[in-house]
Structures are given as C-alpha cells and as structure tokens.
Nanobody, 121 residues
Framework: QVQLVESGGGLVQAGGSARLSCAVSGRTFNVMAWFRQVAGKEREFVAS???????DYAESVKDRFTISSDNTKNTVYLQMNSLKPEDTAQYYC?????????????????WGQGIQVTVSS
C-alpha cells in the first residue's frame, strides 16, 4: 500500500524558513513533487524532482525553495526560504511514475494528505 505522509510546516513569519518532509512508503517513484492549494483556487505546481537529481520549480518559488530527497529514508523535502505571505497554502506531496514536464496535478498518481503552511506578515 502506497502512503505519502507530509510533516513540517505550521506558522512562519515572513522572511523566515520552513522545511516540509514527505515520507514515502510502499514503493519508489521516478518523480516526486510538491503542489500547493489555497481554498477556492486550483492546486498549483511548486517543485518537482525527477530521479532524485533533476529539479524543476515554479517561477514564483525559484531561488527561494529547494526540493531534495534522501533515498536512504525514502523521503522528499521542500526547503522554503524567504517566505512570503502569498506562500500561505495547503502543501501536498505527490508521486508519479512518468515525467512529462508539464507538472499537472492529473499526472501524479499518489498524494499526501496535505499540510498547512501559514506565513504571517
């Protein structure tokens, strides 16, 4: 049974940092990603990591967020620096077998339950 369990997040002041973790169990995946969603809006792509080496980022987080993985722990991380109030959202970890580069939510097969990150101004 595949499970993705997020941890980290919470309340952070603007300009601060936070790290999200996603522990994966059940199998390994070629592509891992983070998405985020604000109530009433569509889920949006944040970052992806293919084969634990090739990263892609949304323009809004480039140079501030870093996606990485620890294969020994089967865990994916999202290091978030220089956080802004507009980064406030529910963050979701996602896993896919195939990578197309389009970073659409529909291309990801498994999802975590989501974790809230709130950035105060």
């Amino acid at each position: 049974q595949v499970q993705l369990v997020e941890s980290g997040g919470g309340l952070v002041q603007a300009g601060g940092s936070a790290r999200l973790s996603c522990a994966v169990s059940g199998r390994t995946f070629n592509v891992m990603a983070w998405f985020r969603q604000v109530a009433g809006k569509e889920r949006e792509f944040v970052a992806s990591l293919m084969w634990s080496t090739s990263a892609d980022y949304a323009e809004s987080v480039k140079d501030r967020f870093t996606i990485s993985s620890d294969n020994t722990k089967n865990t994916v991380y999202l290091q978030m620096n220089s956080l802004k109030p507009e980064d406030t959202a529910q963050y979701y970890c996602a896993a896919a077998t195939y990578y197309t580069g389009r970073n659409l939510p529909t291309e990801y097969e498994y999802w975590g339950q989501g974790i809230q990150v709130t950035v105060s101004s």
